[in-house]
Every structure is written in C-alpha cells, then in structure tokens.
C-alpha cells in the first residue's frame, strides 16, 4: 500500500487530469474505535486527502 500511495501517483504527479480514489470498508467485531477513528484522519491528513469517514 505505501508504494502505491507514494510512488504509484509520482508517475502521473504532473497531469492535471489525475484522479485517484481509494476506498477502504472496515468491520471489526465490536466496531471501530473512537482512537482508531482518529488516528485514521490524522492519516489522511497527512497524506494531503479530505479526513471524510462515512
């Protein structure tokens, strides 16, 4: 996954038509942690992306 997100875009970093989306769907048994929520966002951050969690 880290290759993909760093390396994978640099190819492409200069076209300005580059669209990437991801899309992760998580289901632990007894849900998702306040803290795993945050440090999610805190990930998407970091990355540059909107921290939107559905």
């Keep these: 996954m880290d290759e993909l997100l760093h390396e994978g875009p640099l190819a492409f970093r200069d076209d300005e038509n580059l669209r ?9 048994d007894g849900g998702v942690s306040k803290q795993s929520v945050e440090e999610t966002k805190t990930a998407l951050r970091e990355l540059g992306l ?3 969690l559905l």
């Excluded at 990437?20 to 632990?28: A, G």
């Design 20 to 28: 990437l989306t991801v899309s992760v769907e998580v289901s632990p």
């Design 50 to 52: 909107k921290d939107e």
